[in-house]
């Protein structure tokens, strides 16, 4: 499912306009990706959270060179699903 069908469907259920949707579907993906840039966590309650997880450093190698090299510790954005979105979907 991508966005526009995400946009369509909230529309034709709610009888609101596609252009506000966008808007408001955009706004939320907007807010959950600078909160989560902020280093905050955004917590959904009956859907999951979206979470960032620190990796911690290491060694890897680069075959076709045949040497190693450090990746850094960094953080990766997650999304845990609540239990009930686990339920439904199980």
């Known amino acids: 499912m991508t966005k526009a069908d995400i946009v369509n469907e909230i529309s034709r259920k709610t009888g609101l306009e596609k252009s506000a949707v966008l808007a408001i579907v955009e706004k939320l993906m907007e807010v959950v990706k600078d909160s989560m840039a902020g280093g905050n966590n955004v917590y959904l309650r009956g859907f999951g959270s979206f979470v960032i997880k620190t990796r911690k450093e290491k060694t890897a190698?680069?075959?076709?060179?045949?040497?190693?090299?450090?990746?850094?510790?960094?953080?990766?954005?997650?999304?845990?699903?609540?239990?009930?979105?686990?339920?439904?979907?199980?």
Not at 69 to 79: G, S, T, V, Y
């Open 61 to 90: 190698r680069n075959i076709s060179r045949n040497t190693t090299i450090k990746i850094p510790e960094h953080n990766i954005p997650a999304f845990k699903p609540s239990k009930v979105f686990m339920d439904v979907v199980k």
